[in-house]
Nanobody, 126 residues
Framework: QVQLVESGGGLVQAGGSLRLSCAAS????????MGWFRQAPGKEREFVAAISWSGDSTYYADSVKGRFTISRDNAKNTVYLQMNSLKPEDTAVYYC???????????????????WGQGTQVTVSS
């Protein structure tokens, strides 16, 4: 069982930056693939970024590539999402998720993740 707690959300102006953190419980964090998803009001949840268990491989949605960076610190059981050049369309609740496989198959698909955090609100004003 893994429990995930996100933090770092807030209100920021367009062009600004935020850094989200996701703290995980459990001693097997380093074996989990981690992902970030987001859901805007009235829209479906969408993939944002993911990182392999080792941190060697990262994956991004086209909409955030070049602006967002996912990273992890296995010693601290934490995954991060650095968000730069934020746009109003980035406004959403951001969720951290974990999956207990090292495979990259389906890494962009939410239903293949086993554990989810409660979410943190990110609001970007224009």
């Amino acid at each position: 069982q893994v429990q995930l707690v996100e933090s770092g959300g807030g209100l920021v102006q367009a062009g600004g930056s935020l850094r989200l953190s996701c703290a995980a419980s459990g001693r097997t964090f380093s074996s989990y693939t981690m992902g970030w998803f987001r859901q805007a009001p009235g829209k479906e949840r969408e993939f944002v970024a993911a990182i392999s268990w080792s941190g060697d491989s990262t994956y991004y949605a086209d909409s955030v590539k070049g602006r967002f960076t996912i990273s992890r610190d296995n010693a601290k059981n934490t995954v991060y999402l650095q968000m730069n050049s934020l746009k109003p369309e980035d406004t959403a609740v951001y969720y951290c998720a974990a999956r207990g496989t090292r495979s990259s198959q389906g890494i962009r698909v939410g239903r293949y993740y086993d554990y989810w955090g409660q979410g943190t609100q990110v609001t970007v004003s224009s």
